[in-house]
Every structure is written in structure tokens, then in C-alpha cells.
């Protein structure tokens, strides 16, 4: 034996051995590519699935993105209320945060201790979401003109809708959703993604609403009929769509036996105690709060204000107060796709960059780093006397902070995902509903206080704009110092805030050791309840 072996040259034997093992690895490959296209087509896998998964928050963003970016604008400027436009807002926006304090706990208490029935747990909530924000939105942005001229009336008008738009949004149970529906974190991962892409495409119409507004609005009836068509027409079809979306996702338990057993394993209603238990045991949803407390700040003070500092920095003459509408509205369309492209493709990069770095926490304390780097670098400009004279070091500037920004979103959603399984670990529930709430109490809130802030300055120099033509009615001498003040908003305090952040996530608990155990416990505990 030893004889014939050594008559055969090794590379011989070699080259053979390679060939077996090509012509056995060919089959095994083509099966594996067979398994993985089968796999796509099997629920939650599946194109019907991912495609509701994308657009299902559609018309939520997309209102989302008018309260960010030109409610304030809407009621101060356009809305044909006066001087008293300011006061209305920034009331609207601090009492509707007290609101919140109670209503979003409440809501998530609400959809936690819900059954679970054919048509699974969280669909539902999203449903009754997508609607009332649609018509909500609608109304909020239609001050009849036979209100503007009674305080009264228009204050009910906008505190009603403002708050059933409050309500609505908070049921859009996204999050919790994807958690029941998969337990795949690379699935979740590209739920996340999905939703993130089609949900800043869609908000990109809404920011360019006031764009359209400020160049057809002559021939529209003025600016407030624009933005009024403009918003229905948009968040009706926004609606619809959303609709459909969340219509064709099937969410996890199907037959009568299996919405049983999900009904026996999750019998207790969330009790009190549970929710005591998630804030003393939490410790990652404490620090996802806590850090998100200040970096959420970085976004929204920036876009709370950048808009009036483009109108009167760029488009005033401050002599006279007259604004310049058309060289404003392309100005204000240049806003929005600084603001949302860099979004939308940094988005579709971030997954890759978890990979790269090995964690949803690795890349969000990269983006915090360079969003307040860039922020501390608008108001270097500032003060160098640059930032005031150049629309285009402004545009430059926001383009690499929504960079920054945009592949963070991903990460960040990921970590409020590993926050809910977290509680699952150490409390015995997810609780998903109730964490979610807390996020969007979290960042209501932030929006709130931007538009707070904001709104305090204006009726601290009495500011009043005409409906019709944008322009100034006020004393114009007190603009060069809003416009002060409105550069350390978008400068200094968003880069001290993410600096906070990035610190807070020090104390992040889920480590891999931590993550494998949960892994495991969430297995058992699967084995178990199916025995």
C-alpha cells in the first residue's frame, strides 16, 4: 500500500482530491442558492412582507417632516393669525408635551396589554394611527378663514387637531411590530432600513411643501390656500398608501392554536409593578433615553430655526423687510434636499457600516462625534463672518451634519430594539409598546422645545409677518440679533449636546457576552413554550 501510494505523485493526488471536492461542492452550492430563493418567497422573508414593512409609516413621516420643518412657519408667517401666531405655537407645543407626559405611557400601556388575535397584536394600532394623522394633518393645515380673526376659535381649532395628530402618531407602533413579527436580527435590520429609505423619500415632498407654496402661491389664492392644497393633496396619498401597506403584512400568528398559545404566554396585563420593574432593571433603555434625550436636540434645534435664518440672513432687505419669495422658495427646495438626500443615502449605507464596525453602538457614537464636529464648525463660521454672507457655506455644512446623521438612524432604532429585548431578559416582558412610547414622548418633547425656544425669541421682539406676501411688519432693526441668536442654536448647543450623548453611551450594558446570553435565554424560553 505504502508503495503504490508513493508511485502517485502528490500533486497529483492533490489535484484529484480538489476535483472531488469542486464536484461535490457544486451541488451543495446550488442547493444553498435554491434553499436562499425559496426562503425569500416564505413569510417574513418574503417581497409582500418587505414592501409593506417600507412604506407602512409613509404618510406618519411624511407629517412628521410639516411639524418639523413648517408648523411653526405655518402658524407664525402664513396662517393669517397676526402677531398672536407665535404665542398660539409655542403654547400649542409646551402644553401638548404636558399632554404627552400622561397620553403616550398610556397609549403604549394600552397596545402592551393588548390580545393578541388572528390579525396579530400591533396592526391594528397602526391602522387607527394611519388614519387619524392623515385627517388630523389635513385639518391642522386648513385654518378656515373664518377663524383666523378669533383667537379663541383658532386656538381650539389648532389645539384640537394638533392634539388628535398627537394621539394618532403615538399608535404608530412600528417598532414593537417588527419585534413580533421577526426574531432575525439581520431581518429586522433591513425592516428598519426599508422604512428609513421610503419614509425620507416621502418626507422630501412635505419639506417642499413651503418651497411650492412661497412660488405658486399667486396663482394658487396666496401662500396659506397653497400650503392648505398642497398638505391634502400630499397626506391623502401618502395615507392610501400606507394603508396598503400595513394591510399586506401578515403579523406572525395565523391559526387559532397559535394565537392561544400567545395569549397564554402574555395572560397578565402589564401591571404596574412591571413598569416599575422595567425602569429599575432597564438599564439599556435608561441610557438609550438618557443619551437620546440630548442627542435628539442636535436635529431639531438645528431645523427649528434654519429656515427663518435662510428667509432673513439670505432674502431680506433688512432695511425694508421686503422678502425675496422666489429666490427664497429655491433656496428653501435647496433645504430640503440637503436636508433629506444625504438622509436617505447614508441610510441605505449605516447597515454596512454596523458590519464594518461590529455594532449598532460603535456607529451611532461615530455619528454623534461628527455631528456636533460639523456643528461647532457652522458657528466657527459665524463668528469668521462667512456664515452670514454665503448661502452655500450654510448648504455645505448641513450637508455633512445630515450625513453624519443619517447613517446614525439605523443604529439608533436598533439600539431601542435591543433596549425592548433587554427588558425581555431582565424583566420577563418586552414591553415594546411602552418603550416606543417613550421614544416618541422623547422626541415630541425635543421638537417641542425647539419650537418653544424658538417661538419665546419671536414674541420677545414682536414678530409679525404678512400672511399674503411674507414679509416683515415688525422693527426690523431686531433682526441682526435673532439672527445671533439663531446661529448659536444651530451651532454651539447641538455640538455640546452630542458630545453628552456620546459620553452617556459609556455606560451602554449589552455586551456581546450579554447579547449571547439573551440569545439564549429567548431560545429556551421559545422551546418551552411550544412543549
Same mark, same amino acid.
Given at each position: 500500500?505504502?508503495?503504490?501510494?508513493?508511485?502517485?505523485?502528490?500533486?497529483?493526488?492533490g489535484e484529484r482530491?480538489?476535483a472531488?471536492?469542486?464536484?461535490?461542492?457544486a451541488?451543495?452550492?446550488?442547493?444553498d442558492v435554491?434553499?436562499?430563493?425559496?426562503?425569500r418567497?416564505?413569510?417574513p422573508?418574503?417581497?409582500?412582507?418587505?414592501?409593506?414593512?417600507?412604506?407602512?409609516?409613509?404618510?406618519?413621516?411624511?407629517?412628521?417632516?410639516l411639524?418639523?420643518?413648517?408648523?411653526?412657519?405655518?402658524?407664525?408667517?402664513?396662517?393669517?393669525i397676526?402677531?398672536?401666531?407665535?404665542?398660539?405655537?409655542?403654547?400649542?407645543?409646551?402644553?401638548g408635551?404636558?399632554?404627552?407626559a400622561?397620553?403616550?405611557?398610556?397609549?403604549g400601556?394600552?397596545?402592551?396589554?393588548?390580545?393578541?388575535t388572528r390579525?396579530?397584536?400591533y396592526?391594528?394600532?397602526?391602522?387607527a394611527?394611519?388614519?387619524?394623522?392623515?385627517?388630523?394633518s389635513?385639518?391642522l393645515y386648513?385654518?378656515p378663514d373664518?377663524?383666523?380673526s378669533?383667537?379663541?376659535?383658532v386656538?381650539?381649532?389648532?389645539?384640537?387637531?394638533?392634539?388628535?395628530?398627537?394621539?394618532?402618531?403615538?399608535?404608530?407602533?412600528?417598532?414593537?411590530?417588527?419585534?413580533?413579527?421577526?426574531?432575525?436580527?439581520?431581518?429586522?435590520?433591513r425592516?428598519f432600513?426599508?422604512?428609513?429609505l421610503?419614509?425620507?423619500?416621502?418626507?422630501?415632498?412635505a419639506?417642499?411643501?413651503?418651497?411650492?407654496?412661497?412660488?405658486?402661491g399667486?396663482?394658487?389664492?396666496?401662500i396659506?390656500?397653497?400650503?392648505? +392644497?398642497?398638505v391634502?393633496?400630499?397626506?391623502?396619498v401618502?395615507?392610501?398608501?400606507?394603508?396598503?401597506? +400595513?394591510?399586506?403584512i401578515?403579523?406572525?400568528?395565523?391559526?387559532d392554536?397559535?394565537?392561544?398559545?400567545?395569549?397564554?404566554?402574555h395572560?397578565?396585563?402589564?401591571?404596574?409593578?412591571?413598569?416599575?420593574?422595567?425602569?429599575? =432593571?432597564?438599564r439599556a433603555?435608561?441610557?438609550?433615553?438618557? *443619551?437620546s434625550?440630548?442627542?435628539?436636540?442636535?436635529?431639531?434645534?438645528?431645523?427649528?430655526v434654519?429656515?427663518?435664518?435662510?428667509?432673513?440672513?439670505y432674502?431680506?432687505?433688512?432695511?425694508?423687510?421686503?422678502v425675496?419669495?422666489?429666490?427664497l422658495?429655491?433656496?428653501?427646495?435647496l433645504?430640503?434636499?440637503?436636508?433629506?438626500?444625504?438622509?436617505?443615502?447614508m441610510?441605505?449605507? *449605516?447597515p454596512?457600516?454596523?458590519?464594518?464596525?461590529?455594532?449598532n453602538?460603535?456607529v451611532?457614537?461615530?455619528?454623534?462625534? =461628527?455631528?456636533?464636529?460639523?456643528?461647532?464648525?457652522?458657528?466657527?463660521?459665524?463668528?469668521?463672518g462667512?456664515?452670514r454672507t454665503n448661502?452655500?457655506?450654510?448648504f455645505i455644512?448641513l450637508?455633512?451634519?445630515?450625513c453624519?446623521s443619517g447613517?446614525?438612524?439605523?443604529?439608533?432604532?436598533g439600539?431601542?430594539?435591543?433596549s425592548?429585548?433587554?427588558?425581555?431578559?431582565?424583566v420577563?416582558?418586552?414591553?415594546?409598546a411602552?418603550?416606543t412610547?417613550?421614544?416618541?414622548?422623547?422626541?415630541?418633547?425635543q421638537?417641542?422645545l425647539?419650537?418653544?425656544i424658538?417661538?419665546?425669541?419671536?414674541?420677545m +421682539?414682536g414678530y409679525?409677518v404678512?400672511s399674503?406676501?411674507?414679509?416683515y411688519?415688525g422693527d426690523?432693526?431686531?433682526?441682526?440679533?435673532? =439672527?445671533?441668536?439663531?446661529?448659536?442654536?444651530?451651532?454651539v448647543?447641538?455640538?455640546?449636546l452630542?458630545?453628552?450623548?456620546?459620553?452617556i453611551?459609556?455606560?451602554?450594558?449589552i455586551?456581546?457576552? +450579554?447579547?449571547? *446570553?439573551m440569545?439564549?435565554k429567548?431560545?429556551?424560553?421559545e422551546?418551552?413554550a411550544?412543549?
Open positions: 500500500m505504502t508503495q503504490i501510494a508513493d508511485m502517485v505523485p502528490s500533486t497529483a493526488l482530491a480538489d472531488a471536492g469542486a464536484t461535490m461542492a451541488p451543495v452550492e446550488a442547493k435554491r434553499e436562499a430563493k425559496a426562503r418567497k416564505e413569510y422573508y418574503d417581497g409582500k412582507t418587505l414592501f409593506g414593512m417600507a412604506v407602512n409609516g409613509l404618510v406618519g413621516y411624511a407629517s412628521l417632516a411639524m418639523s420643518s413648517i408648523f411653526m412657519t405655518y402658524l407664525t408667517d402664513y396662517a393669517g397676526g402677531p398672536w401666531g407665535a404665542t398660539l405655537a409655542t403654547v400649542v407645543l409646551f402644553v408635551r404636558i399632554f404627552d400622561v397620553n403616550d405611557p398610556v397609549e400601556w394600552i397596545m402592551d396589554s393588548a390580545k393578541v390579525h396579530g397584536k396592526r391594528k394600532f397602526i391602522i394611527s394611519i388614519i387619524i394623522v392623515t385627517v388630523s389635513i385639518l386648513n385654518i373664518g377663524l383666523v378669533n383667537p379663541v376659535l386656538g381650539i381649532w389648532v389645539f384640537f387637531f394638533y392634539f388628535a395628530y398627537d394621539v394618532g402618531s403615538t399608535f404608530a407602533a412600528f417598532v414593537p411590530l417588527v419585534q413580533s413579527v421577526t426574531k432575525d436580527d439581520e431581518l429586522r435590520a425592516f432600513t426599508v422604512n428609513r421610503v419614509s425620507t423619500a416621502g418626507a422630501l415632498p419639506g417642499m411643501i413651503m418651497t411650492f407654496a412661497l412660488a405658486l399667486q396663482q394658487m389664492g396666496g396659506k390656500t397653497a400650503i392648505g +392644497i398642497l391634502t393633496v400630499m397626506v391623502v401618502f395615507g392610501a398608501i400606507s394603508l396598503i401597506g +400595513i394591510l399586506m401578515r403579523e406572525g400568528n395565523v391559526s392554536e397559535e394565537v392561544a398559545e400567545a395569549n397564554n404566554r395572560a397578565e396585563r402589564i401591571r404596574f409593578h412591571d413598569i416599575i420593574a422595567m425602569v429599575k =432593571l432597564n433603555m435608561a441610557v438609550q433615553i438618557v *443619551s434625550l440630548f442627542s435628539g436636540f442636535m436635529w431639531t434645534t438645528t431645523s427649528a434654519v429656515m427663518y435664518y435662510v428667509k432673513w440672513a432674502n431680506a432687505d433688512m432695511a425694508a423687510g421686503v425675496n419669495n422666489s429666490q422658495a429655491f433656496q428653501s427646495l433645504l430640503q434636499l440637503v436636508s433629506l438626500g444625504p438622509i436617505f443615502l441610510t441605505g449605507f *449605516s454596512l457600516l454596523v458590519r464594518k464596525m461590529g455594532s453602538l460603535a451611532q457614537r461615530l455619528s454623534l462625534a =461628527l455631528m456636533s464636529l460639523f456643528s461647532l464648525m457652522l458657528f466657527v463660521c459665524e463668528l469668521a462667512v456664515l448661502f452655500w457655506v450654510l455644512i450637508m455633512l451634519i445630515n453624519a447613517f446614525g438612524f439605523v443604529p439608533s432604532i439600539l431601542w430594539a435591543e425592548i429585548d433587554y427588558n425581555r431578559y431582565m420577563g416582558k418586552e414591553m415594546g411602552l418603550v412610547a417613550l421614544r416618541s414622548l422623547l422626541e415630541k418633547a421638537n417641542a425647539a419650537g418653544g424658538v417661538g419665546v425669541l419671536l414674541i +421682539i409679525n404678512d399674503e406676501t411674507g414679509n411688519l426690523v432693526s431686531q433682526l441682526p440679533a435673532l =439672527l445671533d441668536r439663531f446661529t448659536i442654536l444651530m451651532g448647543v447641538p455640538a455640546i452630542g458630545a453628552i450623548a456620546f459620553i453611551y459609556r455606560w451602554w450594558p455586551t456581546p457576552e +450579554i447579547r449571547a *446570553s440569545q439564549a429567548f431560545a429556551a424560553d422551546v418551552v411550544k412543549a
